[in-house]
């Protein structure tokens, strides 16, 4: 099993430009998670689902969209990228209350 | 409202010494759970133990243990004989339901040689 796999790694950015962080996980959980982290402040949560066709906001929402059309797949999308949001970013998935399993991060610049 | 804090921000100790990294939650629920996470230098981010409120047995797993006290709300990990691959940041997280995990703002541990 893969786990959680989160794309790209590394990604660079202009203010204003949009993007989209990929996120899918091969372990039929049904709850998934996006945190960002930043220096001293621990990992907060931006959004979350608890199965297909359902999300709803997190701590630090705004400038975030997400979807959860099946259950692997959990896209986190920057709407127009502000400086604000440079930061690693983590998926999570886990069953229930089990312990989440992380993707293996996104290191996100914008500039 | 909920709330983890592990006031130490980082911690330095000299290998086989033993460390306990301390974490404090405040949460009003009757029923929580309680977990720690490991995050080495290379960034990724490694479930180590899961605890419900319901269940204040300590737990031992190796040179790891953790210390469930309710009375004082907090729950503490011990690295017993430390090594420099335990060097990491620690995060302490708390889940009291509404799908909403929080966690602590982490302490980081240096194991020198």
């Known amino acids: 099993n893969a786990g959680v796999t989160q794309t790209p790694k590394f990604q660079v950015l202009k203010t204003g430009q949009s993007m989209t962080l990929q996120c899918a996980q091969d372990?039929?959980?049904?709850?998934m998670s996006w945190y960002r982290q930043d220096p001293g402040m621990g990992l907060r949560l931006i959004h979350y689902?608890?199965?297909?066709?359902?999300?709803d906001q997190g701590e630090v929402p705004n400038g975030y969209n997400v979807s959860r059309s099946t259950t692997e797949d959990f896209p986190l999308r920057l709407l127009s990228a502000a400086p604000s949001q440079t930061s690693v970013y983590f998926c999570?998935?886990?069953?229930?209350?089990?312990?989440?399993?992380f993707g293996s991060g996104t290191r996100l610049t914008v500039v | 409202a909920q709330k983890v804090t592990q006031a130490q921000t980082e911690i330095s100790v000299v290998e086989k010494e033993d460390v306990t990294l301390d974490c404090v939650y405040e949460?009003?629920?009757?029923?929580?759970?309680l977990f720690w996470y490991k995050q080495p230098p290379s960034g990724e981010l490694v479930f180590l133990i899961r605890?419900?409120?319901?269940?204040?047995q300590n737990e031992i797993s190796g040179r790891y243990s953790w210390n469930f006290q309710k009375s004082t709300s907090s729950f503490n990990f011990t690295i017993t004989a430390s090594q420099v691959v335990d060097s990491a940041v620690y995060f302490c997280?708390?889940?009291?339901?509404?799908?909403?995990?929080?966690f602590g703002a982490g302490t980081r541990l240096f194991v020198k040689a």
């Open positions: 605890r419900n409120s319901f269940d204040e």
């Open positions: 949460t009003r629920d009757t029923t929580y759970y």
């Open positions: 999570a998935s886990s069953r229930g209350m089990s312990g989440y399993t």
């Open positions: 997280a708390l889940y009291t339901g509404g799908f909403k995990t929080i």
């Open positions: 372990m039929n959980h049904e709850y």
């Open positions: 689902s608890v199965g297909a066709g359902i999300t």
